[in-house]
């Protein structure tokens, strides 16, 4: 059974490019994890995405090798295949703009990104307070997780948490990524956003917070590329995703209604199936 929906998926995949969306590729990642068939699983993923993309094979395998090291060397607060995602989606864009991240933690996904974008020619932005979390308001105290996909019922926040300093990051992306690409932007979003005037065509937002998160949206919403990607951590997390999502919100701010949010609530990736390992990635495209 899970072969035959094995199959129909890659031969969704093998179209053409929009159909590498991430949760397409969910199916392969479950194998890896879970049948532990790791070098034949990443084989796979590198032949999807050379056919998909303009990028060779030797080219996406020393990329997917050096995502590998920083995953061993740098504290890292995402899964390994939340940026495999990320990265089949920045490979697959035909869209002209740089990227942007908001919440670096020690750099690892900033190391990760930074290569991407130096291999695609793209230049990364990264946003922190590089001072961990700020002090959260009472909506950000503490977050219940969806009941019945995550083995965790809350998460509580505190100030700093998540701290990396900018020597600290800007050491990690030297050693393990490409620095070259980025350009640094330290304070509160409400600080350094507004300032901001490049127009993104992707953006990778892990903020933890409700009030940052709709900061970052707030400032970088209408900014966005018609066409353009704005990933989010935080899927499994019911009121980050309950307050994100308010059609008040969105109307007051905008005067539109919320665009649809992919894999909200079970995350992208692995979301079915004899085992299910939901990641914490959801995103929305700009029209
Ligand atoms: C979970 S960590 C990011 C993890 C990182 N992306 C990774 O994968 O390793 C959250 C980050 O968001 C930052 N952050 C949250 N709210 C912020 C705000 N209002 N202004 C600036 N930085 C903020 C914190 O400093 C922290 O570095």
Not at 1 to 13: A, F, R, S, T
Request: proline share 5%; charged share 25%; glycine share 6%.
């Amino acid at each position: 059974m899970l072969d035959k929906i094995k199959k129909k998926i890659i031969g969704v995949l093998q179209k053409g490019t929009e159909t590498l969306l991430p949760n397409k590729v969910g199916d392969l990642f479950e194998e890896l994890i879970v049948n532990k068939t790791y070098k034949d699983t990443k084989e796979k993923y590198i032949q999807l995405l050379s056919k998909n993309t303009k990028f060779e094979k030797s080219f996406i395998r020393s990329l997917i090798n050096k995502l590998e090291i920083i995953d061993n060397n740098i504290k890292c607060a995402h899964g390994p295949f939340e940026l495999y995602l990320m990265q089949a989606s920045l490979l697959a864009l035909d869209l002209k703009g740089p990227v942007l991240e908001l919440g670096c933690y020690k750099g690892g996904s900033t190391a990760k990104l930074s290569l991407i974008c130096n291999l695609t020619g793209r230049e990364l932005h990264a946003f922190d307070s590089f001072e961990g979390l700020p002090p959260p308001s009472e909506l950000d105290v503490k977050h219940n997780f969806i009941p019945w996909i995550s083995t965790k019922k809350t998460v509580h926040y505190t100030c700093g948490s998540y701290a990396g300093s900018l020597e600290e990051v800007k050491s990690n992306v030297s050693k393990y990524g490409n620095i070259d690409s980025c350009s640094f932007y330290k304070g509160f979003f409400e600080e350094t956003l507004p300032n901001f005037s490049q127009k993104p065509a992707f953006i990778f937002m892990d903020v933890d917070y409700i009030e940052s998160a709709k900061n970052v949206i707030k400032n970088l919403w209408p900014k966005l590329i018609s066409g353009g990607y704005f990933f989010s951590h935080e899927a499994l997390v019911e009121d980050y995703i309950k307050e994100i999502s308010d059609p008040l919100w969105w109307r007051t701010e905008f005067n539109e209604s919320p665009p649809l949010f992919y894999g909200a609530g079970y995350g992208i990736c692995w979301r079915s199936g004899k085992y299910s390992f939901p990641s914490n990635l959801f995103y929305f495209k700009k029209n």
